[in-house]
Nanobody, 125 residues
Framework: QVQLVESGGGLVQAGGSLRLSCAAS????????MGWFRQAPGKEREFVAA????????YYVGSVKGRFTISRDNAKGTVYLQMNSLKPEDTAVYYC??????????????????WGQGTQVTVSS
């Protein structure tokens, strides 16, 4: 079994920064890709960013391009989401997810096999 544990959420003012981390533990596991999703109250879960685990190619939803950066540390089995210039509309629970296999990096929830418990990010105006 693979466990994903997120950390780094919190309360920040608009324009501030946060760095989320997601560490994988459990059985030896090399994902095809890792991603971040978020879900705001009353809204569906949406894709934020993803990274191909071996090649490092990255993908972002348009609303975070230029502000968020996804990265990974293969040795530590950890993926990060650096969030800069945060806006109130970024407020949500952020989830880390792992895609076990694929032909392309997933951008939908259905393409991911393992999920973390989520971490709250609140951006005040």
């Amino acid at each position: 079994q693979v466990q994903l544990v997120e950390s780094g959420g919190g309360l920040v003012q608009a324009g501030g920064s946060l760095r989320l981390s997601c560490a994988a533990s459990g059985r030896t596991f090399t994902p095809y890709a890792m991603g971040w999703f978020r879900q705001a109250p009353g809204k569906e879960r949406e894709f934020v960013a993803a990274i191909n685990w071996s090649g490092g190619s990255t993908y972002y939803v348009g609303s975070v391009k230029g502000r968020f950066t996804i990265s990974r540390d293969n040795a530590k089995g950890t993926v990060y989401l650096q969030m800069n210039s945060l806006k109130p509309e970024d407020t949500a629970v952020y989830y880390c997810a792992a895609q076990q296999r694929g032909l392309r990096v997933g951008v939908t929830s259905a393409e991911y096999d393992y999920w973390g418990q989520g971490t709250q990010v609140t951006v005040s105006s």
